[in-house]
């Protein structure tokens, strides 16, 4: 594709690296990432593809911005308040960077829509903060055969992971890490054990790097691998993950509808 000129300075940073250059660029412009979240991890995530030139942004939040959101959520602003996230994600990302275009989905994930929405993205990045959720979207991308980047966060700690199952050999989906939710009440919420307000963007920002190394099919993928981060050592950790032969999805047959089940 011909770049116009503000095209060129705007992503000029991106064109001169090898690994990327004006092909990488034209790719990421025509790509179409969907983000299931748009709170601590979808917030820097979203920015910041945004501002690499992905070219369509699917936003997925049934919530409306809230006071306590801001301390980590920096894609909303107290002006915000009160106004639907897919709204206020919309606004700051195109203030960011006009070309982009925004699709707001201001409703929650469920077995009935997932797959087809799914289904119209290149890549997939999971910024949800319930078990549920996760297990959902974990299930549509492996049957619609797209890339997830999920991702997760609790305290000072914080954990990512790209499943593609779909693609067999050695790549795990996310069931076959935790094949289920924990138990209520074992796992804390952020709401309920805190989260670092900052972290969120070391993690979001991990997503939107594995993201566009998806889109552009460069570097290593950590499908395979688990990395996982604890700020308060200032470490990284990469741990190696292997397809679980009796994954009740990438091991079977069974349909959204009979997954979705288990999610809960």
């Given at each position: 594709m011909d770049f116009s000129e503000p095209q060129i300075e705007r992503y000029a940073r991106h064109i001169v690296l090898r690994e990327v250059g004006g092909v990488?660029?034209?790719?990421?412009?025509?790509?179409?990432v969907l983000i299931v979240g748009a709170g601590g991890l979808g917030s820097p995530m979203a920015m910041y593809l945004a501002?690499?030139?992905?070219?369509t942004i699917g936003i997925v939040d049934d919530d409306v911005v809230?006071?306590?959101?801001?301390?980590?959520?920096?894609?909303?602003?107290t002006a915000d308040l009160g106004v639907a996230k897919t709204s206020s994600a919309a606004a700051t990302l195109q203030a960011l960077n006009p070309e982009v275009v925004v699709n707001q989905h201001a409703f929650?994930?469920?077995?009935v829509n997932a797959l087809d929405l799914v289904g119209g993205y290149d890549v997939v990045a999971d910024g949800t903060d319930n078990f549920a959720t996760r297990y959902l979207l974990n299930d549509a991308c492996y049957l619609a055969a797209k890339p997830l980047v999920s991702a997760a966060?609790?305290?000072f700690e914080g954990q990512i992971s790209t499943y593609k199952a779909h693609l067999g050999g050695e790549n795990p989906c996310y069931r076959c890490l935790y094949a289920e939710a924990p138990p209520p009440g074992i796992v804390p919420s952020c709401a309920e054990g805190g989260v670092f307000g900052a972290l969120a963007g070391t993690i979001g920002s991990m997503q939107a790097v594995e993201v566009i190394k998806e889109v552009l099919g460069i570097g290593e993928s950590l499908s395979g691998w688990l990395a996982v981060y604890d700020a308060l050592g200032a470490s990284w950790q990469k741990i190696r993950l292997r397809p679980n032969p009796g994954c009740a999805l990438c091991s079977s047959q069974k349909t959204i509808t009979d997954l979705s089940v288990h999610a809960a």
């Open positions: 990488g660029q034209a790719k990421l412009l025509q790509s179409r501002a690499a030139g992905v070219g809230s006071l306590s959101n801001l301390q980590r959520q920096i894609m909303h602003a929650r994930l469920d077995a966060m609790l305290k």
